[in-house]
């Protein structure tokens, strides 16, 4: 916001540094294909779990329920995120695909603690479980889980909503190794529990996927700066530039995964104004940011050190 009598200078980095058009026509791509092979196994896996009575293999199936839904959501917040800025929307929908993060780690989470009350029982009261069957069905879902991995690990995992989805596949990978460990056990041995424990094992790294997409999503949505942003060295680097005498309220957050914003004032001496070499010092403030801190959306108020005593409130 300029003040009156202390003129602000505002800058927009731009250019194609995140463009990500190409990206997400690529992303849909590989989303679509993962989607496509999971709701098919999904269905033999259900009907598999029902007929051997299996938990560890109905929670693996109720975790790639999770994960085709989570792959669903992900393709809606790609179609929501491209849309152009309109209207009170001045980013556009970008923000959706932190929204789509926040709630494939909010299920992680709710389905993980279902998912343990009722392993916790099972422990106790082992039922009878069909070794053979869950082993082959488990077998089946590494490879299934390999490929969809493999589709989305060639997205781009750098946005927090296709590494949702990601995260998703990876945990469910692991769930189907350790239910393929709990039928060799119950086909050599006739241990049961061994179900139980691995349907317990998945559950750890639900909570685990599940936390990690929540902070994340949360930090962002609470608009903390992006890990590793040194704002010292940001503030450092702006007083080097010549004629700069003061750098304050300086703001930077995370629109969506990948587009760091930042706010200042950077107070000036007079005689930028004077001589209309405000301009330029803008440019040189801009470059730096983009160049240095990789931070190309950047507005940026200038004013001249007389104003700095009207500066009270804000100061950081």
């Known amino acids: 916001m300029s003040h009156e009598g202390a ?15 190409v990206s997400r026509d690529a992303d849909r791509r590989y989303l679509s294909l993962a989607l496509a092979l999971l709701v098919t196994y999904l269905v033999l896996e259900v009907v598999v779990a029902v007929l051997s009575g299996s938990l560890a293999l109905l929670s693996d199936a109720a975790h790639m329920l999770t994960d085709a839904a989570a792959i669903a959501l992900a393709l809606v917040a790609l179609t929501l995120a491209g849309r152009p800025a309109q209207g009170r929307w001045t980013f556009g929908l970008q923000r959706s695909e932190i929204l789509s993060g926040l709630l494939n780690g909010v299920t992680l989470l709710v389905l993980g603690a279902v998912l343990a009350v009722e392993a916790v029982r099972r422990l106790l009261d082992p039922p009878p479980v069909a070794g053979g069957p869950v082993l082959a069905v488990a077998l089946a879902g590494v490879v299934v889980n390999l490929v969809a991995a493999w589709l989305i690990a060639k997205a781009n995992r750098t946005s927090l909503n ?10 469910d990978l692991y769930g189907f190794i350790g239910t393929a460990v709990a039928a060799v056990v119950i086909l050599l041995t006739g241990w049961t529990r061994a ?10 790294l639900m909570l685990h996927a599940g936390w990690a997409l929540v902070r994340q999503a949360g930090e962002i949505l ?18 080097e530039l010549d004629h ?18 930042l706010s200042a004032h950077v107070v000036v001496e007079d005689g930028c104004y004077r001589d209309g070499h405000a301009p330029q010092l803008l440019d040189r403030a801009l470059e730096c940011l983009a160049g240095h801190f990789d931070v190309e959306h950047s507005t940026l108020q200038l004013e001249p050190a007389e104003h700095l005593a009207h500066e009270v409130l804000g100061r950081h």
């Open 7 to 21: 003129p602000a200078g505002h800058g927009h980095g731009g250019g194609g540094g995140h463009d990500h058009g």
């Open 162 to 171: 296709v590494e949702g989805a990601y995260r998703h596949i990876v945990t």
């Open 195 to 204: 179900d139980a424990i691995a349907s317990l094992v998945v559950v750890a």
């Open 222 to 239: 609470l608009e903390a700066a992006p890990v590793g942003t040194d704002l010292d060295g940001i503030r450092a680097h702006l007083l």
């Open 244 to 261: 700069v005498v003061d750098v304050h309220d300086l703001h930077v957050w995370t629109v969506t995964s990948s587009l760091p914003a």
